[in-house]
């Protein structure tokens, strides 16, 4: 097998590829000949540095064009791609060297600074740079189904980030959700907004599309919720993939409005809250399929295509997927574990038994999953066993309220309380009677056992590069309102 060779060499040379927005607002596109040529040639400057079958090869580069030839240059050949994200700093790139140790580096020029930083001193490719490209095509290798392809590292909610390998298997593998969650149609044009470096931007900004016959949008520019929408509107994107946190951004900073072109749209990364859902269901027209995976499994779940759509809902076990709720308790809430031989995009390195995922989620009567909160994550108190994603889903909902998250504190009569911890929206204040009013919110919307006895406001909440929030940052200390 080579993917590859088999889907981008294959596909017709000139049909649409990759449509591409750079931060100066400059606008091309490649056709898959062009994109074929080019990592062909890029394969070859590898081989040229030294390159060989099983080698590691690190990117630092944004959302472009070559970061996607440097990918295809390394499963061309072989070679196993490590994309890192720009947001990482010398600490976190060096760790990264370390575990990895990388044949060769291909970074965008305004991160040299940070890998020389790093200690890496081996072979260095920069972009821009037309003379990556300068070598004969490397002919595409005969590769194994569980020859490595893909390094990606985990984001490090707790503990250091771990490298997971993922095999040749997994490329095709995406097929899977490509065709069943993501939803892509041929001849259509999907964004999938993920920074590269992430699980879900090596599988979702040009694979899944690819897959399905449609060409990728690459936008490389920091996020920005009026520009997100402008270009929603004005490429006509068809399929939209983008976190959750961006979702509720754009719908809590923006003035949201149909967009005609705009046909499918997925989510996935973090629980997405069901008012969010709703209002781009009412004021963009499109319905959110919310979904879930983890970066040693690929996608797992997803809200089906062509049902309706049930908001705060992680969807269902994805065809062929063998999933279940382990030691449910007396709200049907257990942890949620699957086969690793029934997932085609599972990790090389995982266990042959069953995968726990850490995950605590509930099935309903028709086998929709929903997400209550990691296993470490739940809190008890007095008894009661509290997702921290229910508390933060009712706390967004107010609308002076633009992110919360819920963690446990101890308290001696209870055990643990839930306290919040809450960063407001513009022209909004934190004030003991704001606090109080959250409380009584949360009464309205959840259980009042669920209420945060303890409320706090922040600038930001800590999150991990890909966006999660860190929990284990907020438990512990806090004085509370």
Not at 269 to 281: C, D, T
């Amino acid at each position: 097998m080579n993917f590859v060779r088999d889907l981008v060499d294959g596909a017709e040379p000139r049909r649409l590829a990759l449509v591409v927005l750079d931060r100066q607002g400059n606008r091309r596109t490649e056709s898959f000949g062009e994109v074929a040529d080019r990592a062909g040639r890029l394969a070859g400057t590898l081989a040229a540095v030294g390159v060989v079958r099983g080698d590691v090869v690190m990117t630092v580069i944004g959302n472009r064009p070559e970061w996607v030839h440097t990918l295809l240059a390394c499963w061309r050949i072989g070679a196993v791609a490590l994309p890192c994200t720009e947001q990482l700093r010398p600490a976190d790139l060096a760790k990264r060297i370390e575990i990895s140790e990388p044949r060769a580096v291909v970074a965008d020029e305004r991160d040299v600074d940070d890998l020389r930083a790093a200690g890496y001193a081996g072979e260095l490719l920069t972009i821009p740079d037309e003379r990556i490209y300068d070598s004969s095509p490397a002919p595409a290798a005969e590769l194994e189904p569980d020859e490595p392809a893909l390094i990606v590292f985990t984001s490090g909610t707790s503990g250091e980030p771990k490298a997971i390998r993922h095999g040749q298997r997994n490329l095709p593998g995406q097929r899977l959700q490509a065709e069943h969650w993501f939803g892509a149609r041929p001849g259509e044009l999907a964004w999938c907004t993920a920074a590269s470096g992430w699980s879900k931007s090596a599988r979702n900004v040009f694979v899944a599309p690819w897959l399905c016959g449609a060409a990728a949008l690459l936008h490389d520019a920091r996020f920005d919720p009026v520009e997100r929408l402008d270009v929603l509107e004005r490429e006509e994107v068809d399929v939209l993939c983008m976190a959750p946190t961006e979702y509720r951004a754009i719908a809590k900073r923006t003035e949201l409005r149909r967009l005609p072109a705009l046909r499918h749209a997925v989510a996935a990364g973090e629980p997405l809250n069901p008012e969010i859902v709703l209002r781009w269901q009412q004021e963009v027209g499109v319905s959110i399929h919310d979904g879930y995976g983890q970066t040693e499994t690929g996608a797992l779940t997803g809200m089906p295509i062509g049902e309706p759509v049930r908001p705060g809902s992680m969807g269902r076990p994805l065809p062929g997927v063998d999933a279940w709720i382990d030691e449910p308790d007396d709200a049907g809430v257990g942890e949620l574990c699957v086969d690793p031989k029934s997932v085609p995009t599972f990790f090389l390195d995982g266990p042959d038994g069953a995968w726990r995922t850490g995950d605590r989620v509930r099935e309903d009567p028709d086998g929709y999953l929903w997400f209550e909160g990691r296993t470490d994550d739940v809190i008890i108190s007095a008894g009661y066993r509290i997702g921290p994603f229910e508390v933060e889903s009712a706390l967004v909902s107010h609308p002076a309220v633009a992110e919360a998250a819920a963690v446990s504190a101890p308290d001696e009569e209870r055990g643990q309380v839930v306290r919040a911890v809450v960063v407001l929206r513009d022209a909004h204040a934190g004030s003991p009677e704001l606090a109080r009013e959250l409380q009584d919110h949360v009464k309205a919307r959840t259980a009042p056992y669920k209420y945060p006895r303890l409320v706090e406001f922040a600038d930001a909440l800590p999150k991990t590069p890909s966006g999660k929030i860190r929990r284990a940052e907020l438990r512990g200390s806090g004085q509370g309102v």
